[in-house]
């Protein structure tokens, strides 16, 4: 039999943001408590500020009846000369019977102990108060608080709570709260609880009393009126899509309204103002031929009929924050930028100062540009860049929101009349920020970029702060990832071992193995092909971050054909075959001691591959190449069909190997293909 059945989890106002990042898993939870106790059933997740619900249409009212079997040990163990030995004994009281009552089955090996027991389903109301309890025990919001004289505790303090199924309230309790057909509506409609007579009662009395549930519906709401405030105004209001999760989250009946503020503080950077905006008010952007505008839009909770004095409160509100803000900008852009402060800022224990570190990095942006040959009246200044690059952390804006830094440095350079390569380097120095982030826009940036992040690996590695697990505070996977899509992106060879190897020196007690292997890892992450292709790809020693990203095209694209299987075949009679030789010294072929024509064949066909070959009817060379090796197929075949390679002539037999080991290192120019498993 099914009923509807409603959990209510009443709040005090949740907190968005630690809400938000819980989020994703509440329902998964949720959905793992019903499958264990076999009630696994679709339902619903209503979440607004003051409340958590879940909705199942349908619920079993009582758990399906199951059968158990129980099997034991064998017979001639379990009874000997007819008497129960202590297994049978066991055995019996494990199944709760008599050991008279043991039967006996044979599953093909003997006959063994066997029970079969019927179990009758529990009623789901006599689990779902423990149920509710293991799942709210089970949500982590980071901090929680205690309440009243309870030692529990939880992220706010549970304030009403229902179980209800179809009309029945189900007896429960939460942290001291029972279950009940009572619930609240908006704050500002009614401070006392009203009355809910079953499921359906519930939702239409939410609905009177001031509260949109479903959260789908208030964001849709949200969105309509920004829509109108922008055709009204003939604007466009920046849709931030986290800004409007929270808006979302902390709102029960939310209302779009545009507000003003005074045009002089548009002599803040834009960036400055909608980070002050959102950070402090959650308030939205508004802009007007793609320039930021004295205006913003708050979405407000109110149930009123007049807004007028919630615009004017929010505009009182933000005037001062902006003060803030402009007086900050005013006193950095008066002490300048300067590194100095730097030298007292410690960076990470271990490692020295933020200035330490700065000066680290011109090293690597001077070796960086030595061998990606800069130009010379660059690489001035690259260092300069560099030496400046977190000279905005000194700053009082960056001091008030961190998440300016680097932005701040490009403005308060440009107002310093510095080089645009560096005002911009400034800017772009920590891209990428995540997976779809921008990357730095030139080389310039690129190399300050990259400098950042090589010494945040080298660095961080040399005192052991190694990610592990899901743990990684430093962003150091990021860094590799960025370093991984800056060198592609703008076709710079790097090759991390060999700046590690030139480096090292800068950095005691570093493990470069260990670093190697890390960022190694990583490229599995980053590269979405089958893992034997990019272990075979790694496998050809070449550390070159473009080549390797241009060799895994290649040969993924081989490796996807249809047909691989029957080349697949023949890579590995290759790699059978050198498996004896040392394919890392040059192999010599002496076309004299040739005997057959598929040796000649197979060898004249390989002597026409360029092997230096830059690029042909693909941007990637690799391509090209790899495809000429594939033709080799026809040849390799019937030199393997006809050719007996362990010849009685000793030299014969060497000279055979060697012919297709100089076709393996070819291939091994792309990829070790005996690595490649399908």
Known sequence: MLKPLLIEIGVEELPAIPFLKELSNIEKKWSDILEKNSLLCNFELFYTPRRLVLWHREFQVKQEDSEVENIGAPRSIAFKDGVATPAAASFASKCGISVDEILFKDFGKGEVLYHKQKISGAFSKELLNNMVNEFVASLNFGKSMRWGSRSDSFIRPIRFFSIMMDNEIVDGELFGVKSSNLSFGHRMDSYEPFIFNDVGDYFCKLDKYGVVLYQDERREKILKQIKDIEIKHNVKIELDLELLDEVVAITEYPTALLGKFDEEFLELPAEVIVTSMKANQRYFAVYKNEKLTNNFVVISNALTNDFGYIISGNEKVLRPRLADAMFFYKNDIKNGLSNEGLKKLVFVEGL?????????????????????????????????????????????????????????????????????????????????????????????????????????????????????????PFGLRRAAAGIVKIAIEHDLPIDLSKIIDELSTNYKNLDKKVLIEFFNERLFKIFEVNPTVLKAVLASGDGNIVNISAKIEALDRIVKWEDFSSYSNTFKRIANIVKDIDTSKQLDVNEQLFEQKEESELYARFSTIDFNQSVGYSNNPYVDLLDELIELKPQLDNFFDNVFVNHENEKIKTNRKNLIGVVYQGFRKIADIKEITI
């Not at 911009?424 to 400098?451: C, H, M, R, W």
């Open 352 to 472: 020295g100062t933020v200035y330490d570190k700065c000066e680290r990095e011109a090293k690597i942006a001077s070796y960086l540009a030595e061998i990606l040959k800069i130009d010379k009246k660059d690489i001035e200044l690259l260092q300069k860049a560099v030496m400046l690059s977190k000279a905005d952390l000194m700053s009082e804006m960056v001091y008030e929101f961190t998440e300016l830094q680097g932005l701040m440095g490009y403005y308060y350079s440009k107002i310093a009349k510095e080089d645009e390569l560096v005002s911009l380097a400034l800017k772009e120095q920590y891209l990428p920020t995540g997976e779809d982030s921008e990357l730095p826009s030139n080389v310039f940036s690129s190399i300050v970029a990259l400098s950042n992040k090589l010494d945040n690996l080298m660095a961080l590695f040399s005192v052991g702060k190694i990610p592990t697990g899901s743990k990684d």
